[in-house]
């Protein structure tokens, strides 16, 4: 009889603690994917000419309440024009004048940290979603490092490095697996809009938007900490 309740006892014990494991999201994720820029020199947008170029994070992600969650994510993503521009064009020329680039190439390595909220998180004594939908807005800095061509004179550049200190504000939007193991993967998409149009190092505004955008499309996959 002792025995029983014994075994009783801790069965409860551990079905408990399993329950409730299976609704904290602390984790660590690593993700990859395709990645562009909407800045002045990259490309024709309305001809979908523009370069998609890889992007990889590392994030660590704490929940802080049932619908509430804090990030820092970091990384790196690639960057650079696709060379569409003609290289003796007039705004070739015009930013040459300036000291501006017709063409770059380098990394953004970034930074930010975001509150991030669960649309339908894990709850006791609620239904189990396939899925988990969550989205962010924060805050980041951003170091730029560039390879620039500038325009010198008829088929002639000359070549710059130069690197750039930005901040930025990310937002994210993903879909999460949600597989109450220690294991889940996702589907992320991300956008930075920098607080400068110094990414490309062209100041001259030919775009719809005076801040350079960076868009990002991510395959993450979690790692639980606490389950």
Not at 151 to 175: C, H, K, Q, S
């Amino acid at each position: 009889m002792k025995k029983s309740l014994l075994l009783a006892l801790t069965s409860l014990f551990f079905w408990g603690h399993t329950v409730q494991a299976q609704h904290i999201r602390d984790h660590i994720s690593v993700g990859i994917g395709p990645s562009f820029l909407y800045m002045d020199n990259e490309g024709g947008y309305k001809r979908l000419d523009f370069k998609l170029l890889p992007v990889f994070t590392i994030d660590y992600n704490r929940d802080i309440s049932n619908h509430w969650d804090l990030r820092v994510t970091s990384g790196n993503q690639l960057i650079g024009t696709n060379g569409s521009l003609s290289p003796n064009s007039q705004r070739s020329q015009d930013w040459g004048s300036l000291g501006m680039p017709t063409y770059f190439s380098g990394s953004a390595f970034f930074v930010d940290f975001m509150p991030v909220y669960q649309f339908n998180p894990n709850l006791p004594d609620h239904d189990i979603n396939l899925f988990n939908v969550y989205a962010g807005v924060g805050l980041g800095g951003m170091m730029v490092s560039r390879i620039d061509e500038i325009w010198v004179a008829e088929d002639l550049f000359r070549t710059e490095r130069n690197t750039e200190p930005i901040a930025y504000i990310p937002a994210r939007f993903g879909i999460s697996s949600n597989t109450l193991t220690d294991w889940d993967v996702a589907a992320e998409w991300t956008s930075f809009i920098a607080l400068s149009s110094r990414v490309d190092g062209v100041t001259d505004q030919r775009k719809r938007t005076y801040q350079d955008l960076m868009f990002q499309f991510q395959v993450k996959v979690k790692r639980y900490i606490s389950r």
